[in-house]
């Protein structure tokens, strides 16, 4: 199965209706060509999306348990919620075709906009990117909708300090094409136990070419802070790739930087597809950090 796929959740196993399906995409973002037909086998549609091409297939019972772990596992949820989405009766897989051109941020606009779009009139729980670790829940799905049809805006900022900064404003779509925000609608964070001690890596990355990253040594109590570091590294990273190598520092401010380093030869189990860099914070009031 190719990288590029989106889960979307639901109670028992979807009927896909072509015309609502291509109605609803063509909404999200007008004047992006939208089309979606019947395929041969029963149950499963063919979707073209802004240039991108794949296959929406529907199918009862439960995901596969690897998918469900990459995916609902990994994501940042209120633990009944996981336990609700881990029930589910059906699901249904879009799949980017392999040979279909277009950007990696292009396909996964194409599966955000199919995950709204089934879990608004679809009747979906929500859209997993196991790739990436997420699983984004229906009224956030609606939510993002809903913000973006008001206009452009100034995206992974808060109203109040929006209103104060100077920051571009995009369409949800274009941010994303543009600044790779809001960073967790595209990569994942998730912490992990390695040799007795909390480690956060990255998820995701290894789509758009980018090495994955990893925290060392933390505390479990230094997750939000933590994922608030990587969720600027990625937006960083892709707008400046080369810069994702180790040996690079990058500055946050004049008080924090980030100095990216190579893996040890000892976790070589941990690299991505893409390489892996481990994160180190350097504070300017001590050039040595408690992480080593």
Known sequence: MDDFVGIVLFENAPVLDVGLLEADMRALEP???????PAARPGTVLIAAGGIEGTLSS???????EMAVSSIGMADMDEKIRERLMMHGGHAIFEC??????????????????????CRDGGGWALCLPASGLCVLASDLQTLAETNGQGPRAWAVDDSEAALGNYDVYTLWDSLRTEAQPANLLVGFVPAEVEGKTWFFSGGHSLFNLPELLFADGAIDD?????????????????????AAAGR????????????????????????STGTLRVTLVEKSSRDTDWD
Do not use: C, H, W
């Open 223 to 243: 997750f939000e802070v933590v994922r608030e570091y990587f969720r600027f590294l990625f937006p960083y990273f892709y707008k400046n790739p080369m810069t």
């Open 97 to 118: 075709t392999a040979t279909s051109p277009g950007k990696p941020m292009e396909k996964l606009i194409a599966i955000l906009k199919m995950g709204m779009a089934m």
């Open 249 to 272: 520092s990058i500055s946050v401010d004049d008080s924090l930087s980030f100095q990216l380093e190579a893996l040890p030869e000892q976790y070589a189990e941990l690299q991505s």
């Open 59 to 65: 199918y009862p019972g439960e995901m596969s348990s």
């Open 31 to 37: 004047g992006v060509p939208v089309s979606v037909r």
